[in-house]
T-cell receptor
Framework: QKEVEQDPGPLSVPEGAIVSLNCTYS??????FMWYRQYSRKGPELLMY????GNKEDGRFTAQVDKSSKYISLFIRDSQPSDSATYLC???????????FGKGTKLSVKP | EPEVTQTPSHQVTQMGQEVILRCVPI?????FYWYRQILGQKVEFLVS????????KSEIFDDQFSVERPDGSNFTLKIRSTKLEDSAMYFC????FGTGGNTIYFGEGSWLTVV
């Protein structure tokens, strides 16, 4: 079983839709969970960072972590064409910057 | 907004040649990292660096790789004898603190093509 699994998509939604992106993981030692956005041939840009289980909201973005199910989610409300990008989940055991990434889900928001 | 800058943005090199990728981390950051992303694959951790020494490295970071902070602003990744499979986007990253998943900022990447 891969350490972090993420559906690569592609996922296409109409503008204004609610988007749900998910990752599962196998290592119960992960404590820190992040979502990055990556545009083509660019560096990952941090969107959300969550420690342990729970929810975190930032504007149109909500991150959820369910450690009991080893499942994390990112919700995007009122999606915009500018949200079109690849979304990467990443997690860490707490070591020095060794982030384990998912493969990324490519999202396209159509006007 | 402060950013991590990387040079070159793209480099083509012949197999067996040495390559140095350069990075200027965010100025008040103390922890530095290199990641790579082979086309179509995951972003993978290579190495973390703090207080002028490697604090963690992955299996990918073998003897052909080395990192250095030659002065107060630059952070470099050297690949001694490049192989075809080293072709990838290499990302430099930095963070203010090292523990946990604190905010790690990535540069735009250096695309390395080995021919």
């Amino acid at each position: 079983q891969k350490e972090v699994e993420q559906d690569p998509g592609p996922l296409s939604v109409p503008e204004g839709a609610i988007v749900s992106l998910n990752c599962t993981y196998s290592n119960s030692a992960f404590q820190y969970f992040m979502w990055y956005r990556q545009y083509s041939r660019k560096g990952p840009e941090l969107l959300m960072y969550t420690y342990s289980s729970g929810n975190k909201e930032d504007g149109r973005f909500t991150a959820q972590v369910d450690k009991s199910s080893k499942y994390i989610s990112l919700f995007i409300r009122d999606s915009q064409p500018s949200d079109s990008a690849t979304y990467l989940c990443a997690m860490s055991r707490g070591s020095q910057g060794n982030l384990i990434f998912g493969k990324g889900t490519k999202l396209s928001v159509k006007p | 907004e402060p950013e991590v800058t990387q040079t070159p943005s793209h480099q083509v090199t012949q197999m067996g040649q040495e390559v140095i990728l350069r990075c200027v981390p965010i100025s008040n950051h103390l922890y530095f990292y290199w990641y790579r992303q082979i086309l179509g694959q995951k972003v993978e951790f290579l190495v973390s660096f703090y207080n002028n020494e490697i604090s963690e490295k992955s299996e990918i970071f073998d003897d052909q790789f080395s990192v250095e902070r030659p002065d107060g602003s630059n952070f470099t990744l050297k690949i001694r004898s490049t192989k075809l499979e080293d072709s990838a986007m290499y990302f430099c990253a930095s963070s203010e603190f090292g523990t946990g998943g604190n905010t790690i900022y990535f540069g735009e990447g250096s695309w390395l093509t080995v021919v």
